[in-house]
């Protein structure tokens, strides 16, 4: 059974840091595509940042534009980890944070799409406050 674990999260004050984990038990992890999402209360989940695996879009990390520069996604293939270092934050990223992950190599505008992915984590609280 393939599980996703976060860890990481909590809470900082704005302009603060804050980094979140992903662990995942995929036996294809090094060719899967892995992002993090993130979800308020009454909206949908949120496309972060993510990487495909092993392909010729390997070394391409895609971001939202409301975290460039502010946040950094990164991949270990040897331990089947993601991370995301968030810098300056803002209260507006307040949130759960979501690892997902999907055995395929998503292209184009597919990454954004939380319905892509089939596996999930259980989700972080990053909370930031004013």
């Known amino acids: 059974q393939v599980q996703l674990v976060e860890s990481g999260g909590g809470l900082v004050q704005a302009g603060g840091s804050l980094r979140v984990s992903c662990v995942a038990s995929?036996?294809?992890?090094?060719?899967?595509?892995m992002a993090w999402f993130r979800q308020t209360p009454g909206k949908e989940r949120e496309f972060v940042a993510g990487?495909?695996?092993?392909?010729?879009?390997?070394?391409?990390?895609y971001y939202a534009d409301f975290v460039k520069g502010r946040f950094s996604f990164s991949r270990d293939n040897a331990k089947n980890t993601v991370a995301l270092q968030m810098n300056s934050l803002k209260p507006e990223d307040t949130a759960v944070y979501y690892c997902a992950a999907v055995e395929a190599v998503l292209t184009g505008n597919r990454w954004t799409r939380s319905l892509e992915y089939n596996y999930w984590g259980q989700g972080t609280q990053v909370t930031v406050s004013s």
């Open positions: 995929l036996r294809t992890f090094s060719f899967a595509t």
């Open positions: 990487s495909v695996g092993v392909s010729r879009w390997s070394a391409t990390i």
